[in-house]
């Protein structure tokens, strides 16, 4: 099981953490995404890490401006918005699989991961 916390509504150029705590994690090479969707179209990847990891990656989009971090002992992953922009405006869900490859975060699709948690929302405006 996944929970998610963090979102909210900022200005542009404002910061937001995410999180994402794992219920039952029993394996440390597991692969942990974020996405986003907007209504109207499907969730994109923003960034991935094998979690317990130390090489996320991300997409284009948010290079720069997004970053990965973890807290092994928690079982948390976060992820940390900064510069945020009105397009970056989007429900965030995170997800692990244990096929799924961050490498791939830029093509991967909601079907690549198996388990997903509940969404919180990010307003940019």
């Known amino acids: 099981q996944l929970v998610e916390s963090g979102g909210g509504s900022v200005q542009p150029g404002g910061s937001l953490r995410l999180s994402c705590t794992v219920s039952n994690l029993t394996r440390s090479t597991i692969c942990m995404a974020w996405f986003r969707q907007v209504p109207g179209k499907e969730r994109e990847g923003v960034a991935a890490v094998y979690f317990g990891g130390n090489n996320p990656h991300y997409v284009d989009a948010v290079l720069g401006r997004f970053t990965i971090t973890q807290d092994n002992v928690k079982n948390t992953g976060y992820l940390h918005m900064n510069d945020l922009r009105p397009e970056d405006t989007a429900m965030y869900y995170c997800?692990?699989?244990?096929?799924?490859?961050?490498?791939?975060?830029?093509?991967?699709?909601?079907?690549?991961?198996?388990?997903w948690g509940q969404g919180t929302q990010v307003t940019v405006s």
């Open positions: 997800a692990i699989d244990l096929w799924a490859d961050p490498l791939e975060i830029a093509t991967m699709t909601e079907a690549d991961l198996s388990n």
